[in-house]
């Protein structure tokens, strides 16, 4: 099923979505964040391997839901999604992936790895430390991917599953099956990084970077400087570089990966679907590399919907059209 919703129109908050369920007075009990808003307070708290800076949202005994974000972006992609859904009841746990604002490795000793899998491992640390034993996945880019791979390794842990683009989960087996022509031209910058210049630009330019590629993955939102200054000091981390180079090299074989991994790695090689409720979307101006809605559905072999959004939605679909992210999340809860 498809539908097409408009970019920039308030979905109806006295009529839900497709579940039948109402947002009716979400706008007087947590209203969007007003430019400039305090997106907080950031809780820490020692997971795995991780001290994690995190987002807490919500009545402790609500359903909870984890919001996982991409990169270049942060956990302010959810600074409208998570008061919507606060206020709707959920527990709403938004972290700072590994390598971004105020989470920090333990120790130094430990291999700065951004493969799929360590994301997804922390995922799982993060909720057993705040004794979250099962939760409604969501996010967009690595963020989706993470929700993708977590759902398909700990099926367990999950009640939902919401993703943007589909169902992201790399096979490190194909790494060398080249893509068309077009299609490797759009990841350019992965290419980029598996270069020592690449590397070195990364680390000089990582503002300038991060603002290029926010412009060409959503080049019909007019994102004002605040809200990306927001994000952009969430970039300034210490083992940022070191985790997006290692993710992009690693995804072309370009870098090894933490063998601690290498066990869930292979069982997830060996997951071809989710079986959870769930909801992919995906905006009409994404300019990101993508796949096509179609080449992913059978993936999902639970009950499982995809909505289009058009009017101009780019690739950080949760800060471009918070509404119909959080109302896809409603809904799914609700399945």
Same mark, same amino acid.
């Given at each position: 099923?498809?539908?097409?919703? *408009?970019? !920039?129109?308030?979905?109806?908050? %006295?009529?839900?979505g497709s579940?039948?369920v %109402?947002?009716?007075g979400?706008?007087?009990? $947590?209203?969007?964040?007003?430019?400039?808003?305090a997106?907080?307070p950031?809780?820490?708290?020692?997971?795995?391997?991780?001290?994690?800076?995190?987002?807490?949202?919500?009545p402790?005994?609500?359903?909870?839901?984890?919001?996982?974000?991409?990169?270049?972006?942060?956990?302010?992609?959810?600074?409208?999604? $998570?008061?919507?859904? #606060?206020?709707?009841?959920?527990?709403?746990i938004?972290?700072?992936?590994?390598?971004?604002?105020?989470?920090r490795?333990?120790?130094?000793?430990?291999?700065?790895?951004g493969?799929?899998?360590?994301?997804?491992?922390?995922?799982?640390?993060?909720?057993d %430390?705040?004794?979250?034993?099962k939760a409604?996945?969501?996010?967009?880019?690595?963020? #989706?991917? *993470?929700?993708?791979?977590?759902?398909?390794?700990?099926?367990?842990?999950?009640?939902a599953?919401?993703?943007?683009?589909?169902f992201?989960?790399?096979?490190?087996?194909?790494?060398?099956?080249?893509?068309q022509?077009? /299609?490797?031209?759009?990841?350019?910058?992965?290419?980029?990084?598996?270069?020592?210049?690449? @590397?070195?630009?990364?680390?000089?330019?990582?503002?300038?970077f991060?603002?290029?590629?926010?412009?060409? #993955?959503?080049?019909?939102?007019?994102? /004002?400087?605040?809200?990306?200054?927001?994000?952009?000091?969430?970039?300034?981390?210490p083992?940022?570089?070191?985790?997006?180079?290692?993710?992009? @090299?690693?995804?072309?074989? %370009?870098?090894?990966?933490?063998?601690q991994?290498?066990?869930?790695?292979?069982?997830?090689?060996?997951?071809?679907?989710?079986?959870?409720?769930?909801?992919?979307?995906?905006? /009409?101006?994404?300019? #990101?590399?993508?796949?096509?809605?179609?080449?992913?559905?059978? !993936?999902?072999?639970?009950?499982?919907?995809?909505r289009?959004?058009?009017?101009g939605?780019g690739? *950080?679909?949760?800060?471009e059209?918070?509404?119909?992210?959080?109302?896809a999340?409603?809904?799914?809860? @609700?399945?």
């Amino acid at each position: 099923m498809t539908i097409e919703t *408009n970019r !920039r129109s308030f979905l109806s908050l %006295a009529a839900a979505g497709s579940a039948g369920v %109402a947002l009716s007075g979400l706008a007087g009990r $947590a209203s969007a964040l007003v430019p400039g808003e305090a997106f907080g307070p950031i809780r820490q708290i020692r997971a795995g391997l991780l001290d994690v800076g995190y987002v807490d949202l919500g009545p402790r005994d609500g359903p909870p839901v984890m919001l996982f974000h991409g990169w270049p972006y942060d956990i302010h992609t959810y600074e409208q999604v $998570a008061p919507r859904l #606060a206020a709707q009841g959920f527990r709403v746990i938004v972290p700072h992936l590994r390598g971004y604002g105020s989470t920090r490795f333990l120790s130094a000793s430990t291999l700065r790895s951004g493969q799929q899998t360590a994301l997804a491992a922390d995922t799982i640390a993060l909720m057993d %430390a705040l004794g979250i034993r099962k939760a409604i996945m969501a996010g967009c880019d690595w963020g #989706a991917r *993470n929700a993708c791979v977590v759902s398909a390794l700990w099926p367990e842990r999950c009640q939902a599953l919401v993703s943007v683009s589909g169902f992201l989960v790399l096979n490190p087996a194909t790494v060398l099956t080249p893509l068309q022509p077009a /299609d490797e031209f759009s990841w350019w910058y992965q290419y980029y990084f598996a270069t020592e210049r690449g @590397r070195i630009g990364y680390e000089k330019n990582l503002k300038a970077f991060a603002r290029f590629i926010w412009r060409q #993955a959503s080049p019909k939102w007019n994102v /004002d400087d605040a809200t990306f200054d927001r994000c952009a000091e969430s970039l300034v981390n210490p083992d940022q570089v070191a985790i997006v180079i290692h993710n992009y @090299r690693w995804r072309v074989g %370009a870098a090894e990966g933490d063998p601690q991994y290498d066990a869930l790695e292979a069982r997830l090689a060996k997951v071809q679907s989710v079986a959870l409720p769930s909801i992919t979307l995906e905006g /009409d101006a994404n300019g #990101a590399p993508h796949p096509a809605p179609a080449a992913y559905a059978s !993936r999902f072999t639970g009950r499982y919907e995809h909505r289009n959004l058009g009017g101009g939605i780019g690739h *950080n679909l949760p800060q471009e059209a918070p509404e119909a992210f959080a109302q896809a999340i409603v809904d799914v809860s @609700r399945w």
